[in-house]
């Protein structure tokens, strides 16, 4: 069972207070890049892994979309889209991603805003959302960048076999992490850009487009604090294909 964070109560207050929770899409600045990645949706049938408070399924509904499902394991994110949703359209459902069943050729596009680095392992879910795909259907998703969920530290490693190892840059060891982001113990996993890119591949995923994001010199000047993102990016931007 994935760390249902979401629904602690410090954390969520924590949440709500995001630009990107009190201000949609809009708050959030990475969006433009990700609208250029996205097929179009007229017509098409949409599930969103994550959902949070339902603002992807609610511009895809304004994009076009026939039908679109927003899944999220939080209760309290789960109500909270529900407030925010009056479109019959858009369907929520709770479900944990990490044993996640889904319909054969069910949707066109598959989205997922920063939520993978939650999962322990990738491979079951890109597997479900491959056969839960259309031939020719999409994959965009957002997830921590690894480069920011691998702090730079000196240190004695652990691996799963009880091996220790000394490192000053842990980059390449995979694994949890644990930081106190709006509320002590979040679970995050790390895990090498290329152990992502190639996991995608091996689940049968054409890649097309990887973007390792960070602000522009505009963004900055309206929001200082990005500049630490131009410096090492926090996120890493991926659409793939079936």
């Known amino acids: 069972m994935s760390q249902n964070i979401y629904d602690n109560q410090a954390f969520f207050d924590g ?19 990700i609208q250029v990645m996205l097929p ?20 895809a509904r304004a994009a076009g ?19 925010l949703t009056h479109d019959s359209g858009i369907t929520y459902q709770a479900g944990n991603l990490g044993n996640l069943t ?16 939650y999962l322990p392992d990738l491979a079951p879910l890109l597997a479900t959302i491959f056969q839960a795909l259309q031939p020719g259907g ?5 997830t921590e960048h690894p480069i920011y969920t691998c702090p730079v530290r000196q240190g004695w490693l652990t691996d799963e076999d009880g091996q220790r190892s000394w490192a000053v840059n842990n980059y390449q060891y995979e694994g949890q992490r644990i930081s106190n982001w709006l509320a002590d113990g979040v679970i995050k996993y790390h895990r090498t850009l290329g152990t992502t890119l190639n996991a995608l591949m091996a689940a049968g995923f054409t890649l097309r487009c990887v973007n390792e994001w960070g602000p522009d010199a505009q963004q900055i000047a309206s929001f200082p604090a990005l500049a630490e993102e131009a410096e090492r ?10």
């Open 15 to 33: 949440y709500a207070q995001l630009p990107r929770s009190q201000l949609g899409l809009e708050g959030a600045p990475e969006w433009a890049a």
């Open 138 to 142: 999409w994959l965009v998703f957002t």
């Open 65 to 83: 979309a026939a039908e679109v499902t927003g899944i999220d394991l939080s209760e309290k994110m789960l109500a909270r889209a529900r407030e």
């Open 40 to 59: 179009d949706l007229t017509g098409k049938k949409v599930i969103d892994l994550g959902c949070g408070y339902g603002w992807f399924c609610r511009a």
């Open 102 to 117: 889904l319909p054969s050729q069910a949707y066109d596009l598959v989205y997922s805003s920063l939520t993978l680095h």
């Open 233 to 242: 990016p926090m996120m890493v931007l991926i659409s793939a294909q079936r």
